[in-house]
């Protein structure tokens, strides 16, 4: 579930924190990179169970006025959403129950979101057509959770304040999240029953190795990396490069520098995005501009073995290798690297919040 996406978010976010507290041990900083991701997949299977609250939320009213229907001689309620087939599968579910069980989590403390979302649900047009819909399919129960999602969960402010209540952690998360949730609903099957899998925490070894590699590169390498961007940011003065700027290009350097597989291409787009959404509103032509340059330059000093599209306009030369005597003075800029001006300040700031 952990992608590399996500992966990139969260090292931003502690590179960033690791150049800002005076603590420099990075063995501790690793530790929390690694346990902030952990956190990202503590929030899928919230979210999950989330559902399973609802769920036996409905079917305790279900009870309650079925009891009231059968003393009073009324028409007992149907049971269809509290028996929601897709919801019964999720709420069997092996690896979700163990979870719930380890963690010792669930919603109960929170009952009155629950059956504030609930009461949300079945006012909704989806829900009304599901209830008087004769069709009680598999793919049609599961497909109600996945607009229910959607609608309701996915984007909800009380939610997201809950959430933030539990887990500073989860800020950043959810909209990534979200998106395995659905991912999660759309491809139960039936026929797994209860052992139908989840997502797993990590898709394989080499991911959760890419989140270690790519972090250590950066912090160790921080000299070399910013002499790059000094050295290319020729008509701009590289201590007033907005700090944000200065952590993403370093961390973009380190992952074309340490990952041969992931293409020039890929890198510069990914972190151009982080740079639109955590720094000015200038970030992301400059950052694309610069990284851009830096690579050229990087495969024709022979320093990175990797192809890139021609460029608009060839300037590319030999490289100055970091002068290790001078190479701590311009990490110095770097680190305390100030924004452009007080506009560009005050955006970044807004951003970074």
Known sequence: MINRELIRIKVVQLTYAYYQNGNRDIDKAEKELLFSLSKAYDLYNQLLLLIVAVTQEERHRVEVNTARAQREGTEVPSQKFAYNKFAVQLEENKQLLDYAETQKTGWKEDIEFVRKLSDQIEQSDAYQEYMNSEDDSYEANRELWRKLYKQFIQNNDDLDLLLEDKSLYWNDDREIVDTFVVKTIKRFDPKLKSKQPLLPEYKDEEDKDFARKLFRATILNADTYQHYMSTMSRNWDFSR??????????????????????????????????????????????????????????????????????????????????????????????ENAEPESQADEKENNKKTE
């Open 241 to 334: 490069l907005a700090y944000m700027d200065v952590v993403i290009m370093q961390i973009a350097i380190a992952e074309m520098l340490t990952f041969p597989n992931v293409p020039v291409s890929v890198t510069i787009n990914e972190y151009v995005e982080l740079a639109k959404l955590y720094s000015t509103a200038k970030s992301g032509s400059y950052v694309n501009g610069m990284l851009d340059s830096i690579a050229r330059n990087l495969i024709y000093n022979k320093l990175m073995v990797k192809s890139m599209s021609e460029p608009r306009s060839k300037k590319t030369g030999p490289l100055p290798q970091p002068d290790r005597k001078d190479a701590p003075a311009e990490s110095g800029k770097a």
